[in-house]
């Protein structure tokens, strides 16, 4: 279809490496983020980073293509086995300025869903953690590229 754009959990686009190899380094292209904004690249010795096109910066992703598919998986799972996203709201002007109002006096409260087949928080995390070490410990300490998307999934805002 013309117009729609395919998503990519994370905006990471997988594709087949490349033939065109870069001469000097040994690394191709296997990837890129947001379109294009970065690019994964795949080093000759078969680890994998993130490419910031504007800058040049490199940051580790994963010790191989295979952890990194893995990685996704493991995320694409989380997300898949929680509740479901909550549909949009549609307000008025005078709806969303009341609503404004009443989260400026602390008078709003988090909406509780109803218990679905999605697994608890806690549970979902604890599978999650476990998976991506099983797959790459490295790839998953405080530094690494991974470190904000599972910190946000620590905090249940994925």
Request: some cysteine; charged content about 25%; hydrophobic content about 35%.
């Amino acid at each position: 279809m013309q117009g729609v754009r395919e998503e990519h959990l994370f905006g990471i686009r997988l594709y087949p490496a490349t033939m065109r190899a870069d001469v000097v380094s040994g690394t191709r292209e296997i990837g890129s983020v947001h379109d294009g904004e970065f690019l994964v690249m795949e080093a000759s010795d078969g680890t994998i980073s993130v490419c910031d096109v504007a800058t040049g910066d490199c940051s580790p992703l994963n010790r191989d293509r295979k952890a990194t598919e893995g990685f996704l998986e493991a995320f694409a799972e989380y997300l898949s086995s929680g509740p479901p996203a909550p549909t949009p709201v549609t307000m008025t002007a005078e709806q969303a300025a009341e609503r404004l109002r009443a989260f400026r006096e602390g008078r709003v409260r988090p909406q509780v869903l109803p218990a679905g087949n999605g697994l608890s928080h806690r549970t979902r995390l604890r599978k999650l953690r476990k998976r991506l070490h099983a797959i790459d410990s490295a790839a998953t300490g405080p530094d690494s590229w991974w470190s904000g998307l599972i910190e946000e999934a620590e905090n249940d805002v994925l």
